[in-house]
């Protein structure tokens, strides 16, 4: 799904993760799950790319339904994985997360678990080897793309800025889609390990010019920062 002419992004509103293109080459933020792994190839061969074309992986926590083809990549292809050092044992497998569900309705918790099922949530590879990014970091991949640290909804959650496709990518910092409730529009996200600390960080974006806000679940919001943020707060009540 074309966004712009620098950001695409595959999956849907359940889980997505976006492609930065440029001449140079090709970012990769977030890898979705195992089954996104069709989704990922489509998208290249839609715009006349492909894995040789992908310079770098930029994972914004190291959740499962974030690093599905992401060690696919690196393995086969030799593409690095980037990710915040407090989330490195987390993608490796090595820690698992405790997080706080909140409130679920059946209908959108069952749609969320099957599609996890038909795009392979239940055979996560997890990454062998990751290289380690900080806060405040740009890094040598196309697009420029900043990290910006957002601890809350895991230890290493991290945003992503990308300026030269007016986009703000982060994660699970917020949501626009509740996969448990179905409730639409930028809200705090759930899975969270610690909500308040994760809100609290949401402070840290206040700054970002950016058109895009785009996370890991729900649609694109095209609104800008700004109105994202405030429709967080609204939404907590």
């Known amino acids: 799904m ?8 595959i999956g849907n509103d359940v889980v997505a ?30 715009i006349g790319r492909g894995l040789a074309d992908v310079r770098g992986v930029v994972l914004t926590h190291g959740d499962t339904d974030h690093i599905g083809f992401a060690e696919r990549l690196r393995r086969d292809h ?27 309705k059946l209908g959108p918790l069952l749609g969320f678990l099957w599609y996890g099922v038909r795009k392979g949530g239940l055979r996560t590879t997890y990454l062998t080897e990751v290289v380690e990014v900080h806060d405040g970091q740009v890094l040598d991949l196309p697009g420029a793309p900043r990290v910006i640290a957002l601890p809350g909804h895991s230890p290493g959650s991290l945003a992503v800025h990308v300026p030269i496709a007016d986009a703000l990518l982060v994660g699970d910092a917020l949501t626009t889609r509740h996969v448990l409730t179905g409730e ?25 010019e950016a058109k895009w806000v785009l996370p890991g679940h729900g649609a694109p919001w095209s609104n800008g920062v700004p109105a994202a943020l405030a429709a967080v707060g609204a939404a907590r009540g």
């Open 2 to 9: 074309r966004l712009g002419p620098h950001l695409h992004r």
């Open 17 to 46: 993760a976006y492609l930065i293109v440029t001449d140079e080459g090709i970012t990769v933020v977030d890898a979705g799950m195992a089954g996104h792994w069709r989704d990922l190839l489509a998208e290249l061969e839609s």
């Open 78 to 104: 030799g593409v690095p994985v980037h990710v915040h050092p407090a989330d490195a044992a987390r993608a490796r497998g090595e820690v698992k997360s405790k997080p706080e569900w909140g409130g679920t």
């Open 184 to 208: 639409l529009g930028p809200r705090p996200a759930p899975f969270t390990d610690e909500p308040e600390r994760a809100l609290e960080s949401l402070a840290r974006l206040a700054d970002v």
